[in-house]
């Protein structure tokens, strides 16, 4: 399974808010929900969250074995 824990700690590190990345990024609500949730995301999605937060993949997302 992925998951997106790395996410929110590299947001509290950068100081970046959930409304700061839906201002920077483009991303709505709906689509935060879903990264909350581990949902499946787009590849388009994952490059705008590493290129707002300046960080790799492995930044925001690992993977869990089932």
Same mark, same amino acid.
């Given at each position: 399974?992925?998951?997106?824990?790395?996410?929110?700690?590299? /947001?509290?590190? $950068?100081?970046?808010?959930?409304?700061?990345?839906?201002?920077? !990024?483009? %991303?709505?609500?709906?689509?935060?929900? @879903?990264?909350?949730?581990?949902?499946? /995301?787009?590849? $388009?999605?994952?490059?705008?969250?590493?290129?707002?937060?300046? !960080?790799? %993949?492995?930044?925001?997302?690992?993977? @869990?074995?089932?």
């Amino acid at each position: 399974m992925i998951v997106f824990d790395k996410l929110w700690q590299t /947001m509290k590190e $950068k100081g970046i808010s959930t409304y700061q990345l839906r201002e920077k !990024c483009g %991303i709505d609500s709906k689509t935060v929900r @879903r990264l909350r949730a581990n949902d499946n /995301m787009e590849t $388009k999605t994952l490059n705008k969250l590493c290129a707002v937060l300046s !960080c790799h %993949i492995e930044d925001i997302m690992e993977y @869990r074995p089932d």
